[in-house]
Nanobody, 113 residues
Framework: EVQLVESGGGLVQPGRSLRLSCAAS????????MRWYRQGPGKEREFVAH????????YYADSVKGRFTISRDNAKNTVYLQMSSLKPEDTAVYYCNAAGGSWGQGIQVTVSS
């Protein structure tokens, strides 16, 4: 059974940092690019970041470029999203995605003072 389980979310003040993790199981993790998406209140789900299967290539939505970093540890079947300089508009449910395939259940990130 394919599973993607996000962790690391929560409430954080503007300007602070947070790291999300997504633990994958049930498929060949090293064969898949991985992505993070998010869905803010009243908004559609949007792309945040992408990392290739090897980790050698990444790209980001313009809204997070320079503040967020996606990475992966293929030995641990885990993908990460390091979020820095967080803004209230980053408040959303964040989802892990195996490119073209399965989704995690999502995890809430709230940026507020």
């Amino acid at each position: 059974e394919v599973q993607l389980v996000e962790s690391g979310g929560g409430l954080v003040q503007p300007g602070r940092s947070l790291r999300l993790s997504c633990a994958a199981s049930g498929f060949t993790f090293t064969a898949y690019a991985m992505r993070w998406y998010r869905q803010g209140p009243g908004k559609e789900r949007e792309f945040v970041a992408h990392i290739s299967s090897s980790g050698g290539s990444t790209y980001y939505a313009d809204s997070v470029k320079g503040r967020f970093t996606i990475s992966r540890d293929n030995a641990k079947n885990t993908v990460y999203l390091q979020m820095s300089s967080l803004k209230p508009e980053d408040t959303a449910v964040y989802y892990c995605n195996a490119a073209g395939g399965s989704w995690g259940q999502g995890i809430q990130v709230t940026v507020s003072s």
